[in-house]
């Protein structure tokens, strides 16, 4: 981010202050997180409520092009009291030790040498620049002044919460302050139902799940609802498979929203979950230690404590995505990751043809090829009861009728017990009572009514022949591309920004990439991964049909 690199930037101007070279010596984009969880740490929300609003507002776009007024300057530089006056609270509990002033008010100066900042030079230019009322009052500084005085007051703030790093992360990184993470959980479920905008009802449609292979020939192989399973196998870690569409994806997003709803309504047995989709390892170095580390925002030594003692849920998503290139080297990483931690529970979702390649082995010190596999669980179509139940939630019209008319119709029947063609099915059919021909016909309509609700609720703007015309060519571009030769690959947004500029420059389109992929994430076509930075698609049948979009 801009804030980070601009710090890094300047780190030579500031290397003869100790203060500055011990916080350097840290990684920046941690303490910011610390910074982060700081400001949002719940504490008297009368005094330190409104840091959140402007503080983390106003350092995200610090240091965008268009450089904004001196008021911005004057709030932040303002509030770094407030924040200064939390952190002792929260290490102290009070503010009883800190020395007053003259007039027995406690002020920047007072703070700062209570944290032992004094010596600081941005200090002491934030300071001077509090007090000075003929800078307040102008309306605009020179470009260098105030790009200076913005570059100390941020780092005012960075360098309160290094001051005391340790102390200060050990008590808002505690092990409850996990809510604004859950609360994130829920909104990625939501996320994920969203992609049925149309349904009034979203309701998780119960899936059952049967088990591939048994633990010996005399063993029964275990059939139930992947919810019950999930509670009732003893193994620690399974395998869900299914084909596209069958629901793998809201499954596990759905058993991690339910875990995080019971912990946010102080049910303290249950793990904490934590939702990974394996198409975002694209790097060589990356691990699941820091994969989790970066989702729930602490440090790896907390984390692997965590996994130690068995307080995670890890949800493992979309094995059959992983870039080809990084398959061997993934698969050794899970394998590892459960024999390091056999306390953890893991479930991984794939579409079976991938898990033809692979068997995961129980955690233990013997050979792998010694071990039993995790057990795997393959998702079943949905039988007429569940079927029918779903129409009767989301249907408005003659659910009977309805359900009496599809039944006649085994090609149509034999569609709609995959859940996501049942979704998309009653969302178009309730429009003008059409019966499609196909799963493109469904998938089609269906994108066709979310067109129209863009133009007609979101974006009056909106040209659905051009979008989906660039739609389809960035779509036949990555699916062709070498570097993401898989299903539904997690494009970064630098590559995804060149493909899409490329293909409106060459055929002269009237649209942006900026407004493309707004309206991409509005219509639920295209989801942004906000810890990576990447796109993919909302749901692999999207890829599928633009890839064979012809242009219009």
């Known amino acids: 981010m801009a804030l980070i690199d601009t710090l890094n930037d300047q780190y030579s101007e500031y290397q003869n202050n100790d203060a500055v070279k011990r916080f350097y010596n840290k990684n920046i984009t941690e303490i910011y997180t610390l910074l982060k969880r700081t400001i949002e740490f719940e504490l008297n929300p ?76 941005c200090f002491k230019n934030v300071t001077i620049y509090i007090r000075n009322e003929q800078t307040h009052n102008s309306p605009k500084l020179p470009y260098h002044e105030y790009y200076q005085d913005l570059k100390d007051i941020i780092l005012s703030y960075f360098l309160v919460v290094s001051c005391q790093y340790q102390k200060l992360y050990n008590k808002v990184f505690s092990e409850h302050i996990f809510t604004e993470y859950l609360k994130s959980v829920i909104e990625d479920y939501n996320t ?69 709803q019971k912990i946010l309504n102080n049910n303290k047995n249950v793990l904490l979950p934590v939702y990974i989709t394996l198409a975002s390892f694209t790097n060589s170095n990356d691990t699941i230690l820091k994969k989790i580390a970066k989702r729930l925002e602490r440090n790896e030594e907390l984390i692997e404590n965590y996994l130690n003692e068995g307080k995670i849920t890890l949800f493992l998503d979309g094995f059959n ?99 996501l063609y049942l979704a998309e099915f009653i969302s178009i059919y309730q429009d003008g009572n059409q019966m499609p ?26 040209n659905q022949k051009e979008f989906a015309n660039v739609m ?40 942006n990439s900026d407004n493309f992929l707004k309206n991409a994430i509005s219509l639920n076509l295209l989801v942004k991964n906000k810890q990576e930075n990447t796109y993919y698609f909302a749901h692999q049948s999207y ?3 633009f890839v064979d979009y012809e242009e219009e």
């Open 192 to 260: 994920q139902q969203a992609v049925f905008v149309d349904l009034e009802v979203k309701e998780y449609i119960e899936i059952f799940g049967k088990e591939v292979q048994a633990k010996n020939a005399q063993q029964k192989a275990r059939q139930d609802t992947i919810l019950n399973l999930t509670k009732t196998i003893p193994e620690k870690q399974m395998m869900l498979l299914g084909q596209a569409g069958m629901g793998k994806t809201t499954s596990l997003l759905f058993l991690a929203k339910e875990d995080a």
């Open 437 to 462: 021909s196909s799963t493109t016909v469904i998938t089609e309509r269906f994108i066709n009514k979310k067109y129209k609700r863009e133009k007609e609720l979101i974006d009056t703007t909106f």
């Open 46 to 121: 009368k005094k330190y409520g409104g840091l959140k609003e402007t503080v983390l507002n106003y350092m995200e776009n610090a240091f965008d092009e268009h450089i904004g007024s001196v008021a911005s300057i004057k709030l932040l530089a303002s509030d770094l009291e407030v924040l200064m006056k939390k952190v002792i609270e929260i290490l102290e509990g009070n503010l009883d030790n800190v020395n007053s002033a003259n007039d027995g008010n406690i002020y920047l100066k007072e703070l700062s040498s209570h944290l032992n900042l004094s010596d600081c030079n």
């Open 472 to 511: 389809g060519e960035y779509t036949q571009h990555i699916s062709v591309d070498d570097d993401f030769g898989m299903s539904n690959p997690q494009v970064p947004y630098k590559k995804v920004k060149e493909i899409l500029e490329k293909i409106i420059q060459e055929k002269k389109y009237n649209i």
């Open 321 to 419: 995505e992983i870039l080809e290139q990084f398959q061997h080297q993934i698969i050794r990483i899970i394998q590892g990751f459960i024999d390091d931690f056999p306390n953890t529970k893991i479930i991984i979702a794939s579409r079976p043809v991938a898990y033809e390649e692979i068997d995961f082995k129980k955690s233990g010190k013997t050979p792998s090829q010694h071990r039993d596999v995790i057990p795997a669980f393959l998702l079943l179509e949905l039988k007429d009861n569940l079927i029918k139940d779903f129409i009767k939630k989301n249907y408005k019209g003659d659910t009977e009728a309805l359900f009496k008319e599809i039944n006649s119709k085994p090609n149509l029947m034999s569609v709609l017990n995959n859940p």
């Open 543 to 545: 890829q599928d049909f």
